[in-house]
């Protein structure tokens, strides 16, 4: 992971002299139309005014990144000599961004680049300004764009394509609402979980893992709730790390059952992920006993106090109450009739791997979780989550 990561409290004081540091001279900055309100935005675009760049400013990011959009823009990067790409915004804001930073460099549509096809040059140099503690998108070399004509969505990047800095400042979670916040957050934490019970996971992947879910356990109720901006400091830095560690051991069951009920059923990805992680995480558990007492010592457990699983259940439940978040599907989100259809269509999973002729009740989810789940697990697991 080469981004390089500037971190703490006022390091957007220093986004003019750190966008110089990475070539840009002319950028492109990314936003959307309520960000670019904010006043932490309106000071960024003084701080490189007042390091002399020149800079176009787009504020009309739409709520998903777009492949469109990003096209387009990268049309005007090159019809107007710009020479990187600074976005400041959530994920949809920065996967636009880096998005077009590809596009700008390369000919043909980024249709053309949908992984695992690369595109052949490098980006644009790029500087992510995270605006929410969760996607940590601001360190991955994936941009996922909503293609509006072939109503699909699309991977584009690879290797070449990390951003080439990430500056985290918890000065930009000010106006971030505590519903946000808190969903975001727990967005991480299923990432740096899901990480650590992963087939791919390493010595390296796991000390990132569980070093980024005990800190997000740690600092999530001061920085959603309390607004500490010493907590809000440690969310945007345990995020960013979750998605390392998950960039490299992959995602897991939450994902890949989350998939399906976001597409055929149009539940909010946070909802889906955070819903499905106490139930994966117990389910992966079971195969991985010392994993489970290593996680249940990052979520505050004491070491024979309490079963190990049923402890990181009952942690991420009275953390979603104190957040307000919920622990369970309605019968809107997820009817009853649905969930051996949402279990059959997780099938080819996250990473869109090989799907059988026949699906039946013993075909495996394909996901790189360290516990295979079959189709009939997965549906259980569904309908766990209908009930707390």
Do not use: W
Not at 137 to 145: A, D, K, M, P, W
Not at 252 to 273: F, K, M, R
Not at 312 to 324: E, V
């Amino acid at each position: 992971m080469p981004t390089k990561i500037v971190s703490g409290q006022g390091g957007l004081a220093r986004c003019g002299a750190l966008a110089q540091s990475i070539g840009m001279a002319k950028p492109l900055v990314v936003t959307d139309a309520v960000i670019a309100k904010q006043d932490f935005c309106k000071f960024v675009v003084q701080a490189i005014e007042e390091a002399g760049l020149r800079y176009e400013l787009f504020e009309d990011c739409a709520v998903d990144a777009r492949l469109q959009q990003a096209e387009s823009l990268a049309g005007l990067c090159r019809r107007k000599g710009l020479d990187g790409v600074l976005a400041i915004g959530g994920g949809s804001v920065m996967c636009c961004g880096k998005a077009t930073a590809i596009s700008a460099v390369n000919e043909g549509s980024l249709r053309d680049y949908a992984f695992p096809r690369l595109a052949p040059r490098h980006p644009l140099p790029t500087l992510m300004i995270p605006t929410t503690a969760g996607s940590g998108v601001e360190v991955s070399q994936f941009s996922v764009l909503k293609d509006e004509e072939l109503h699909e969505k699309l991977i584009v990047g690879g290797a070449s394509c990390f951003p080439t800095l990430a500056l985290l400042d918890p000065a930009t979670l000010a106006s971030l609402p505590k519903a946000l916040a808190a969903a975001s957050a727990v967005d991480a934490l299923c990432h740096a979980l899901e990480a650590y019970f992963s087939s791919l996971a390493t010595p390296l992947t796991d000390s990132i893992a569980i070093g980024s879910a005990k800190t997000l356990y740690n600092c999530m109720r001061k920085s959603v709730l309390d607004r500490d901006l010493d907590a809000q400091a440690d969310n945007l830095l345990a995020s960013s790390m979750a998605n390392i560690a998950c960039g490299n051991a992959r995602l897991g069951l939450g994902h890949a059952l989350s998939d399906p009920l976001e597409s055929h059923l149009d539940v909010p990805h946070t909802v889906g992920v955070s819903v499905l992680l106490p139930r994966v995480v117990a389910f992966c558990a079971e195969a991985a006993p010392a994993k489970a007492t290593i996680v249940a010592q990052a979520l505050g457990g004491v070491p024979g106090q309490r079963d190990p699983i049923d402890h990181i259940r009952r942690s991420l439940f009275d953390l979603y109450d104190d957040l307000g978040l919920r622990k369970s599907f309605s019968l809107e989100q997820l009817p009853l009739e649905k969930a051996s259809a949402i279990a059959a269509l997780a099938v080819p999973g996250l990473y869109g791997g090989m799907v059988p002729h026949s699906i039946d009740n013993e075909t495996l989810i394909n996901s790189p979780a360290l516990r295979s789940m079959t189709v009939k697990q997965a549906r259980e697991c569904l309908l766990a989550c209908l009930s707390e």
